[in-house]
C-alpha cells in the first residue's frame, strides 16, 4: 500500500515566521511530488510541484525533495494569516500501473497567529 | 482561460438513489481524474479518463463509474448511495504527456446522502 504521510497540526506559527512543513512517502520509485492548499470548505490549490532532489524557490514558497531519505517539505517564508489553510503533500508514481494516481497525505493544518 | 468546472456545486440525495456529477476540464487538458474527499482527509482517487476510457481505478466499488466525452468532458455516477458516501468529489484535468502531468482541481461538488 503506498502511503503518504504528513502531521496532521494544527502548526501554529506567529505572522512573519517561517512554516515548515513535512511529508514523507512509502514508495521509492515515486517521480514528482505536489503542495496544494486547501481553505476550509474549499477545493486543494496548486502551491509547488518539485521533481528532482534539492530545493525549488517560488515566490515565499520553496519546496524541498530528498528522494534517498524518502522525504519532501514545504517552508513558507514570512507567513501571513492569509497562509492559514491545510496544506496536502500529494505523489504521483512512476511510469506504468499505477502511475497516474496522485496519493495524498491527510494534509497538515497551518494557522498563522496575527 | 477557463479553469476546471464542475457542477453541481451542491447535492442532496437519500440512499438508495443515483447521482451524476459533471466536470468540464481546463482548457488544453484532455485527461480528467475524480476523487473523493470525506472530512478531514485528503482526496482519495476514484478513477481517471483518458480518450474516453477509463484508463485507471482505485479502489472503489463497481457503483462508481464514469465517462469521458469527446470534448472531454467527465461524469461520475454513483448508484445505490450509502450515507457513507456523503463527501467532496472533486474533478482534476491534466494534459497526458506534459511534465509531471500536474493535475488542477475544480471546485468541487459537496454531496449529502441522508
Known amino acids: 500500500q503506498k502511503e503518504v504521510e504528513q502531521n496532521s497540526g494544527p502548526l501554529s506559527v506567529p505572522e512573519g515566521a517561517i512554516a515548515s512543513l513535512n511529508c514523507t512517502y512509502s514508495d521509492r520509485g515515486s517521480q514528482s511530488f505536489f503542495w496544494y492548499r486547501q481553505y476550509s470548505g474549499k477545493s486543494p490549490e496548486l502551491i509547488m510541484s518539485i521533481y528532482s532532489n534539492g530545493d525549488k524557490e517560488d515566490g515565499r514558497f520553496t519546496a524541498q525533495l530528498n528522494k534517498a531519505s524518502q522525504y519532501v517539505s514545504l517552508l513558507i517564508r514570512d507567513s501571513q494569516p492569509s497562509d492559514s489553510a491545510t496544506y496536502l503533500c500529494?505523489?504521483?508514481?512512476?511510469?506504468?500501473?499505477?502511475?497516474?494516481?496522485?496519493?495524498f497525505g491527510k494534509g497538515t493544518k497551518l494557522s498563522v497567529i496575527p | 482561460d477557463a479553469g476546471v468546472t464542475q457542477s453541481p456545486t451542491h447535492l442532496i440525495k437519500t440512499r438508495g438513489q443515483q447521482v451524476t456529477l459533471r466536470c468540464s476540464p481546463k482548457s488544453g487538458h484532455d485527461t480528467v481524474s475524480w476523487y473523493q474527499q470525506a472530512l478531514g482527509q485528503g482526496p482519495q482517487f476514484i478513477f481517471q479518463y483518458y480518450e474516453e476510457e477509463e484508463r485507471q481505478r482505485g479502489n472503489f466499488p463497481d457503483r462508481f463509474s464514469g465517462h469521458q466525452f469527446p470534448n472531454y468532458s467527465s461524469e461520475l455516477n454513483v448508484n445505490a448511495l450509502l450515507l457513507g458516501d456523503s463527501a467532496l468529489y472533486l474533478c482534476?484535468?491534466?494534459?497526458?504527456?506534459?511534465?509531471?502531468?500536474?493535475?488542477?482541481f475544480g471546485p468541487g461538488t459537496r454531496l449529502l446522502v441522508l
Open positions: 482534476a484535468s491534466s494534459l497526458t504527456g506534459a511534465y509531471q502531468e500536474t493535475q488542477y
Open positions: 500529494a505523489v504521483l508514481p512512476r511510469g506504468g500501473a499505477g502511475s497516474y494516481q496522485l496519493t
